[in-house]
């Protein structure tokens, strides 16, 4: 089976796409010889929508034990009865994770290597859509950090736990869940350097909802996607699934014309939560080594981002994130970790020299590197890059072209906008550590199906 590296791009419009995923496509069953007994799993962002739904499908499929992340232990607590009727015999336990902390990753991690006698699957579903920019403790963006930075550093460190716990002939797998609308991210700021911090400050590149949602995306298919060549496909198979317009909870807090849009988007396109999850069943219990560092899409694999066939810079860019990133991970040794694992000795992991300016004799974009985790005690709003809140007329438009961050495009609307459409939602990062102090716990928003606050929207996972 061709990867999809190996693909032609995908070179379909919006509408195309949209009306063949929507309404030609059926999803496929789970084969009946799957058979997840003896088996453990473990799901971000699963107390409700796409999260949910696939924690109940392997539960139906015999799984032994499911640890589901979540940033409320509460909320997640009070979806186990309704998963525990799916598996009476199973185990079902609740973890604190908070997406938006270092140390509550690396404190979550090692809890599974503690706790966890083998881990044969991990769904990495927890996301973010925002409407209005916000800056976390790391110092970063919030999409740019949840659905970027923490699930790639998740993904990193639990490789060497799921390949130290496999049984022999059993090989883990990690599924992430990405988007197709990574093939629309403008990506701007490519040449900004140092490139992750161009995300912090909006004078350095400029705040659409939609656009950094797609970017988010496409950060992690150029990362993964290089990630499974320094990683052994018997060791450990990672890939990537699209789940497509799903009804959800999603949208819930958008008001007015844009709600009301939305809704009637989905209410005649939209597959339901429990369809639309076989994507993630067939991607983490189906596929095998053939998928590994693709991008899957309506059960098959698909072509990557038409940002890596079309830019000549690809390689450099992709080269400089990784960089960064691994630089960015310092503090966990990624690189060691993953020089560790890699299948093709110190290739792609040994530091290599990366841009810190534009090239061409450009101006340098004179970015101080981003604070890190628990550097900083500032309120968010004083940071570099925070503004106030958008105007209602812009809070509209904001919400409208956040559509754009879910799964397909649909056809102009009278209002001149391309929605884009949603896929899961749920709580976007899992729970809090508990030992957060409680001035924390104050300020914590209440996260559920597809929570947030007004001008937010927190999913797990819209794709």
Same mark, same amino acid.
């Given at each position: 089976?061709?990867?999809?590296?190996?693909?032609?791009?995908?070179?379909?419009?919006?509408?195309?796409?949209?009306?063949?995923?929507?309404?030609?496509?059926?999803?496929?069953?789970?084969?009946?010889?799957?058979?997840?007994?003896?088996?453990?799993?473990?799901?971000?962002?699963?107390?409700?929508?796409?999260?949910?739904?696939?924690?109940?499908?392997?539960?139906?499929?015999?799984?032994?034990?499911?640890?589901?992340?979540? =940033?409320?232990?509460?909320?997640? =607590?009070?979806?186990?009865?309704?998963?525990?009727?799916?598996?009476?015999?199973?185990?079902?336990?609740?973890?604190?994770?908070?997406?938006?902390?270092?140390?509550?990753?690396?404190? &979550?991690?090692?809890?599974?290597?503690?706790?966890?006698?083998?881990?044969?699957? /991990? !769904?990495?579903?927890?996301?973010?859509?925002?409407?209005?920019?916000?800056?976390?403790?790391?110092?970063?963006?919030?999409?740019?950090?949840?659905?970027?930075?923490?699930?790639?550093?998740?993904?990193?460190?639990?490789?060497?736990?799921?390949?130290?716990?496999?049984?022999?002939?059993?090989?883990?797998?990690?599924? /992430?869940?990405?988007?197709?609308?990574?093939?629309?991210?403008?990506?701007?700021?490519?040449?900004?350097?140092?490139?992750?911090?161009?995300?912090?400050?909006?004078?350095?590149?400029?705040?659409?909802?939609?656009?950094?949602?797609?970017?988010?995306?496409?950060?992690?298919?150029?990362?993964?996607?290089?990630?499974?060549?320094?990683?052994?496909?018997?060791?450990?198979?990672?890939?990537?699934?699209?789940?497509?317009?799903?009804?959800?909870?999603?949208?819930?807090?958008?008001?007015?014309?844009?709600?009301? !849009?939305?809704?009637?988007?989905?209410?005649?396109?939209?597959?339901?939560?429990?369809?639309?999850?076989?994507?993630?069943?067939?991607?983490?219990?189906?596929?095998?080594?053939?998928?590994?560092?693709? &991008?899957?899409?309506?059960?098959?694999?698909?072509?990557?981002?038409?940002?890596?066939?079309?830019?000549?810079?690809?390689?450099?860019?992709?080269?400089?994130?990784?960089?960064?990133?691994?630089?960015?991970?310092?503090?966990?040794?990624?690189?060691?970790?993953?020089?560790?694992?890699?299948?093709?000795?110190?290739?792609?992991?040994?530091?290599?020299?990366?841009?810190?300016?534009?090239?061409?004799?450009?101006?340098?974009?004179?970015?101080?590197?981003?604070? =890190?985790?628990?550097?900083?005690?500032?309120?968010?709003?004083?940071?570099?890059?925070?503004?106030?809140?958008?105007?209602?007329?812009?809070?509209?438009?904001?919400?409208?072209?956040?559509?754009?961050?879910?799964?397909?495009?649909?056809?102009?609307?009278?209002?001149?906008?391309?929605?884009?459409?949603?896929?899961?939602?749920?709580?976007?990062?899992?729970?809090?550590?508990?030992?957060?102090?409680?001035?924390?716990?104050?300020?914590?928003?209440?996260?559920?199906?597809?929570?947030?606050?007004?001008?937010?929207?927190?999913?797990?996972?819209?794709?």
């Amino acid at each position: 089976m061709v990867s999809s590296k190996d693909m032609a791009p995908d070179t379909s419009g919006y509408v195309s796409s949209f009306i063949k995923n929507q309404f030609f496509t059926k999803l496929p069953t789970t084969p009946k010889d799957i058979d997840l007994s003896g088996q453990v799993a473990i799901v971000t962002g699963a107390n409700g929508g796409l999260g949910l739904e696939s924690a109940r499908h392997m539960l139906t499929l015999g799984l032994s034990h499911l640890v589901i992340a979540v =940033r409320s232990v509460e909320r997640g =607590r009070a979806v186990v009865s309704k998963l525990q009727t799916s598996n009476p015999s199973a185990k079902i336990d609740v973890w604190s994770l908070e997406m938006e902390s270092y140390q509550s990753i690396q404190a &979550f991690v090692q809890r599974c290597e503690k706790e966890l006698a083998r881990i044969d699957m /991990v !769904i990495l579903n927890a996301g973010v859509a925002e409407t209005e920019f916000s800056l976390t403790s790391t110092g970063h963006e919030k999409v740019i950090q949840v659905n970027y930075l923490s699930t790639v550093l998740l993904a990193i460190l639990l490789l060497p736990i799921l390949k130290a716990k496999s049984p022999v002939g059993v090989t883990p797998r990690i599924t /992430v869940v990405n988007s197709i609308m990574s093939t629309y991210a403008k990506f701007p700021n490519q040449n900004k350097r140092p490139l992750l911090a161009s995300f912090d400050d909006t004078k350095v590149t400029a705040w659409d909802p939609a656009e950094r949602y797609n970017v988010s995306k496409l950060l992690g298919q150029l990362f993964l996607s290089r990630l499974a060549d320094c990683i052994k496909p018997e060791d450990v198979v990672i890939n990537m699934v699209e789940p497509g317009l799903t009804k959800t909870g999603l949208f819930r807090n958008l008001r007015g014309i844009a709600g009301v !849009i939305l809704n009637l988007i989905k209410s005649f396109s939209a597959k339901t939560a429990e369809e639309a999850s076989l994507t993630y069943i067939d991607a983490v219990a189906v596929k095998g080594k053939e998928s590994h560092g693709s &991008f899957i899409a309506n059960c098959e694999i698909h072509p990557l981002a038409t940002f890596t066939y079309h830019n000549p810079e690809a390689k450099a860019i992709t080269t400089q994130l990784w960089e960064e990133t691994l630089d960015e991970f310092s503090f966990a040794d990624a690189r060691g970790i993953l020089q560790a694992l890699s299948n093709s000795g110190l290739v792609g992991l040994v530091k290599t020299p990366v841009s810190r300016q534009r090239g061409g004799g450009a101006e340098s974009s004179q970015l101080a590197s981003p604070p =890190r985790a628990g550097k900083h005690t500032a309120p968010l709003s004083s940071l570099p890059g925070s503004r106030p809140p958008f105007s209602s007329a812009h809070s509209v438009r904001s919400s409208l072209r956040l559509y754009r961050c879910e799964a397909f495009y649909l056809p102009r609307t009278s209002l001149g906008v391309w929605p884009s459409l949603g896929g899961s939602g749920v709580d976007a990062a899992g729970a809090r550590s508990q030992s957060v102090s409680q001035s924390e716990k104050q300020v914590e928003k209440p996260v559920e199906e597809s929570a947030g606050s007004a001008g937010s929207v927190e999913t797990a996972e819209t794709a």
